[in-house]
């Protein structure tokens, strides 16, 4: 009843979680049943072990939240050796969000996670607001967007995704450029660039001074987002911002998202994945649908 | 193993303005709490509040299914967490972070540092460690006699010192100018304000004795997955919530220096 495609992934359900929210799904194994998940992104990979940003990289804001963690991951090479052969038994699709700063880093990690094979995908992330070189960076402009991912398609060979950043005059644009250079998929929204002031102490919050907005102060402007580039392009689109109900999940399935992504959500309450595959089934049940596939997009 | 669960507050006790404590219960058996040890509460009802706080756990009776959290308000969550009234519910992930150390040898000396809030966990630890046979210290300080909400509790667990900003109660001074601290011990533990913690820290690593210390950073997941809540150790970055909230202080020595 839940099963969706995305190119060539089968997912149980539409239910996946967004890279930096989850972990490696190992976080979240005492309170989720991770192979009742349609599969799980996980934390952003980069060619190097990246520190991050300095403490203090997140402030609470109403319905929200703005992190600078800036790619905090032990780097690709960890990735293989170590993390992947704890989860690899795992019967889910396990993504890796694919993060750099240059089109090589890119290229480069993608090339090492092609090589993995229970990974059946990767997220390119041209959208991370919080590093100073490369994320958003990417994502911003449709030829720069274009480029990354036509070298990245040259030496990945399985599902691409690519996850677009909000902080665009025009997404469908952005989206458009990333089909033609031949991403099997998008997935939007990344967070919105946003800031909040300490009146006490006067100064900034983030040590980074500005940081990616997420939480469902941004559902209605995903949900919006979604629904424009699911209407411009062929390829799939999985929607993700501030989802924390089946109710949310269904607005983006019905502007046209084949799946969904589950993020800070996971922060306030750590099993609400398995509320969404639960709401899902309840409301397919209540109106008589029998595949979840006849509602998407039919707004 | 971790759980998400729906607690009864069964006791509910004012301490003083800024404190009061929750006894919480859900009738069931609960999972095992190491001292140091905390919960990630829901707060309910009010717009600015999404994200869950964190509490330290500062009492355990295994025999009644019951742990006591001690809470200071200091904003929108806990000010709405003081309105909770017996009978009311409690949405708690627990037990979280990496506690204490307390199998150290027996009767080894030991001495408890509590500064503010900092006290909370340490009701537990000194049990603990009094059951496993050490003889201890707890050393609690504050402003003001009324910021020291529990001293009593700790009696029977070993000797308490108190030192006070302004001489309300016990030592007039700051914890670590008290004539307790500068006592050898075997170990040190400590859970406070960041420049007590620091001073404390400090002062053990000068007499080589091990010490570790309770960080205290803002958090989100609670489990180790966002990475809002590092702090920057000898070794790089670490998660306060997952491989914290108690670290010895041998990982953090560019902490403590600064």
């Known amino acids: 009843m839940l099963n969706v495609n995305i190119h060539n992934l089968k997912l149980k359900n539409p239910v996946m979680t967004a890279s930096g929210t989850f972990g490696y799904g190992e976080e979240f194994a005492d309170f989720v049943d991770l192979e009742r998940l349609g599969g799980f992104i996980v934390k952003g990979t980069t060619g190097n072990h990246r520190e991050g940003n300095p403490y203090p990289r997140m402030a609470e804001t109403p319905s929200g939240m703005l992190n600078a963690v800036g790619l905090q991951n032990g780097g690709v090479e960890k990735f293989c050796k170590e993390v992947y052969h704890r989860i690899k038994h795992l019967d889910t699709n396990i993504i890796v969000n694919v993060s750099g700063s240059s089109i090589e880093e890119y290229c480069d990690v993608a090339s090492q996670i092609n090589e993995l094979e229970k990974i059946p995908a990767i997220e390119l992330n041209i959208s991370c607001p919080n590093v100073k070189k490369g994320g958003m960076g990417f994502g911003t402009n449709p030829d720069m967007a274009a480029q990354v991912v036509s070298e990245v398609r040259k030496v990945y060979h399985k599902t691409l995704i690519v996850k677009l950043t909000p902080n665009v005059t025009s997404v469908v644009d952005i989206a458009k450029a990333v089909e033609d250079a031949g991403a099997d998929c998008v997935s939007l929204i990344n967070t919105m660039l946003g800031m909040a002031v300490d009146v006490e102490r006067q100064r900034p919050y983030l040590s980074t001074i500005t940081g990616g907005l997420s939480g469902p102060a941004v559902k209605p402007v995903a949900v919006r987002m979604v629904w424009q580039v699911a209407h411009a392009v062929q390829i799939p689109v999985i929607g993700l911002g501030g989802i924390a109900s089946a109710a949310d999940a269904l607005e983006f399935l019905m502007v046209g998202a084949k799946a969904i992504q589950v993020g800070t959500a996971n922060f306030i309450d750590p099993a609400i994945t398995m509320k969404i595959v639960d709401g899902l089934e309840d409301y397919c049940n209540r109106h008589g649908i029998k595949d979840i596939n006849d509602i998407i997009g039919i707004i | ?258």
């Open chain 2, 1 to 258: 193993m971790k759980e998400i669960h729906d607690f009864t507050i069964l006791e509910r006790q004012q301490l003083g303005s800024r404190y009061f404590a929750l006894v919480l219960g859900h009738g069931g058996c609960m999972q095992p709490v190491v001292p140091g040890q905390f919960v990630e509460v829901q707060v309910t009802g009010v717009r600015e509040v999404m994200l869950r706080r964190p509490i330290s756990v500062h009492d355990v009776n295994e025999e009644h299914g019951t742990l006591t959290l001690l809470i200071q308000i200091v904003g929108n969550g806990t000010r709405r967490l003081a309105e909770l009234k017996v009978g009311d519910h409690l949405n708690v992930v627990y037990p979280l972070g990496h506690g204490f150390s307390t199998t150290i040898p027996a009767r080894s000396k030991v001495l408890m540092v509590g500064g503010g809030a900092g006290i909370a966990p340490l009701l537990h630890l000194s049990k603990t460690l009094k059951a496993n046979g050490m003889d201890c210290t707890i050393l609690l300080g504050g402003r003001t006699a009324e910021l020291i909400p529990v001293r009593t509790e700790f009696e029977p667990f070993g000797r308490v010192c108190i030192a006070t900003d302004d001489g309300s109660l016990g030592h007039k001074g700051l914890v670590v100018e008290h004539p307790a601290f500068s006592e050898n011990y075997d170990m040190i533990y400590t859970c406070g304000p960041t420049p007590m913690m620091k001073a404390v820290a400090r002062s053990a690593s000068k007499r080589g004795i091990r010490c570790e210390v309770s960080l205290e950073n803002m958090m989100a997941c609670g489990v180790g997955a966002c990475l809002c809540c590092v702090t920057d150790t000898d070794e790089g970055h670490k998660c306060v919530c997952k491989e914290g909230p108690v670290f010895d202080i041998s990982t953090l020595k560019k902490w403590y220096q600064c």
